[in-house]
């Protein structure tokens, strides 16, 4: 439990310096001055401030709370330059009447919108190409993926298998005590083990069996067909009957209530793996955003059952502690998968949100002049206090799920 909650700050801690380190570079790009650089919230544990006589002071620190993050950055909330007498500028991008050694010219607001909107979207971006970069280096690692998404690959298979992907709830598979990730060897008389077993073989057992008890051989989730090679002990037998009316099987069938694929581990080199990761992370992305967009419409419909879709931080710490039992590989693949997310959720037009200020900066760039401080500040923080509300609420459905 501990190891599982170290592993999840430290994931979360990873994915938000990502995300803030992507606002932080890109305005130290636009010559933006960056008053803070924080990981986490609420008390400091550690804090540093370094003067540089071209960007000006920072102060980098890390707070008490992890799930959070932020980039102060000068003039990103107008009141900066309120308060400090600085002039904001009238709406043209095309220039700017502060002087270029003045503190005005180093702020956000005197910036034109296209760069605002660069820098915004830069934590964002971040948190694609981080991913994009995992799983390019997973795909040179070895990836488990599925044969027949990866067939033109086929070559360079290794440790091939059928793989359960899914088990349903109270089937004889699951009563069995099969999970998701473990690989199936065997069927009832050993006859087609090994790596002539194919799906096939396993459904035409297990429905010519009509309801009699059948033996299935498995590797555990988290090992491999090169593990069991070195100590075949290790493969685990369980005897199920298989019965007739579960959901998507055919009427008057057999099954045991599990589904499955043929996988294989994929390792490509660098070239190879760049492309994939890159072709991985937009398939994820595309799916992300229409499952994000599904939660909002079911949200509008007043559909209660949308929150048991949503997982907060104790949803995605028991997540993380699952991909750490069954591998490495798994743990990467969350992670990549989480830093999507964040970078998806982020894009949402919503207050305090990053899609949120970057609207404010287009609504600006169509009326031609800035919005008042006080409106987009007000605005933001109770966006900010909804989010905070969210979270809440999703993590108290998190505790009563895990209960």
């Given amino acids: 439990m501990i190891v ?9 801690a990873v994915l938000i310096f990502v995300h803030e380190l992507g606002h932080f570079l890109f305005a130290r790009w636009a010559g933006i001055r ?5 990981i986490g919230f609420g008390p400091s544990l550690w804090s540093k401030k370094v003067t540089s006589a071209k960007h000006g002071d920072t102060t980098y620190s890390i707070n008490a709370i992890p799930f959070g993050g932020y980039v102060k ?22 220039a700017s009447a502060v002087p270029a050694t003045s503190s005005g010219s180093r702020s956000f607001v005197n910036k034109p919108r296209h760069i605002q909107a660069a820098v915004l979207f830069a934590g964002i971006l971040f948190n694609f190409i981080f991913a994009w970069i995992i799983l390019s280096g997973a795909f040179m690692a070895g990836l488990p993926v599925s044969a027949e998404d990866y067939a033109q690959y086929s070559s360079r298979f290794r440790d091939e298998r059928v ?12 009563l069995a005590g099969l999970q998701a990730g473990d690989a199936i060897v065997s069927i009832s008389s050993n006859a087609n083990s090994g790596a002539s077993l194919s799906i096939a073989d396993i459904k ?6 009509a309801g009699t008890p059948v033996t299935v051989g498995y590797i555990p989730t988290g090992m491999s067909t090169s593990d069991i090679s070195k100590n075949p002990a290790e493969i685990k037998t369980v005897i199920l009957t298989p019965v007739k009316g579960i ?5 008057g069938s057999y099954a045991i209530g599990i589904a499955m694929d043929n ?7 660098p070239l190879l793996a760049a492309k994939e990761g890159a072709r991985y992370t937009w398939n994820a992305i595309e799916a992300t955003v229409f499952g994000v967009g599904s939660l909002i419409a079911a949200a509008f419909q007043h559909n209660s059952a949308v929150l048991s879709e949503v997982s907060g931080p104790v949803g995605i710490a028991s997540l993380v502690g699952q991909a750490v039992e069954n591998g490495w590989t798994n743990l990467i693949l969350l992670t990549a998968v989480i830093s999507i997310n964040l970078g998806v959720l982020n894009l949402l037009p919503f207050p305090a949100l990053d899609g949120g200020r970057i609207l404010f900066v287009a609504i600006e760039a169509i009326i031609r002049r ?26 108290y459905h998190d505790i009563i799920k895990l209960i």
Wanted: no cysteine.
């Fill in 163 to 174: 793989l359960i992907v899914d088990v349903s709830p109270g089937s004889p598979g699951a």
């Fill in 4 to 12: 599982t909650i170290i592993i999840f700050v430290v994931v979360i």
């Fill in 247 to 251: 959901a998507d099987i055919p009427a």
């Fill in 204 to 209: 035409s057992v297990v429905d010519q069996s």
């Fill in 73 to 94: 950055i000068f003039g990103e909330n107008g009141d900066d330059i309120e308060d400090s007498g600085e002039e904001k500028d009238n709406g043209d991008e095309s």
């Fill in 370 to 395: 800035p919005i008042k401080a006080k409106i987009t500040n007000a605005v933001n923080t109770v966006g900010f206090a909804l989010l905070i509300l969210l979270m809440l609420v999703v993590t």
């Fill in 34 to 38: 960056v008053d803070a650089f924080a």
């Fill in 263 to 269: 996988a294989a581990t994929l390792s490509l080199p």
